[in-house]
């Protein structure tokens, strides 16, 4: 275990510590809250051209992912493993570059960012199985992972474990998608005919 935290410690001190000011104005972006907002609006805007009003319920099973990612990633890892982020660990002090001094929360194990983020992606694309598609939503994934290393608020290994522990929330909560098409009456959910091929192959 010491050898692999050491690989992480020197993983994280070359991503953030390959800095400068275009490189910070664009990772603070990139990690930022707001940000997204008008890659979602597209994102709804193609759900509702594809799937109708149908969208409704997908928008629920989107939000499920994101509640469950994000909660478990802070009271099943983060107060449980309390492992200190690395602009909060004493070992590095003075030695991480942070952006405008944001440090974020104490723990950082697993990263919420990350686990979010990959929740939804493995989400969506299984709904939207297009070739396209699906490395569009890992390099959206692997870009925000990035940038949290970059700032100085996680390790690798906290996104990397951030990401597949949101993959599997995901892929479970597209199972209980699954569970809910089976058991609704086909008039109700196919209101399209081209849609009805694809949820009788769910």
Not at 46 to 60: R, S
Request: charged letters at 15%; aromatic letters at 16%; a positive charge.
């Amino acid at each position: 275990m010491d050898w692999l935290l050491q690989f992480d410690t020197n993983l994280f001190m070359a991503i953030n510590g390959t800095h400068c000011q275009t490189m910070d104005v664009i990772m603070l972006w990139i990690s930022g809250k707001i940000t997204w907002w008008p890659f979602y609006l597209i994102l709804l805007g193609f759900f509702i051209w594809k799937k109708g009003w149908q969208t409704i319920a997908i928008l629920f099973f989107i939000v499920a992912v994101i509640v469950l990612t994000d909660q478990t990633s802070v009271h099943l890892f983060k107060n449980l493993f309390h492992r200190l982020r690395p602009s909060h660990d004493p070992a590095l002090e003075g030695l991480v570059h942070l952006v405008n001094n944001k440090r974020g929360g104490e723990f950082g194990f697993i990263s919420s960012h990350a686990a979010n983020t990959a929740g939804v992606a493995v989400l969506t694309s299984l709904w939207i199985r297009k070739n396209w598609f699906s490395p569009l939503m890992i390099f959206w994934v692997v870009l925000i992972a990035y940038s949290r290393v970059y700032l100085g608020v996680h390790y690798p290994g906290d996104v990397l474990a951030g990401a597949l522990w949101g993959a599997g929330c995901g892929w479970l909560v597209y199972l209980l998608f699954r569970l809910m098409i089976r058991n609704v009456p086909p008039t109700w959910w196919i209101a399209r005919p081209d849609l009805n091929s694809e949820y009788k192959r769910v």
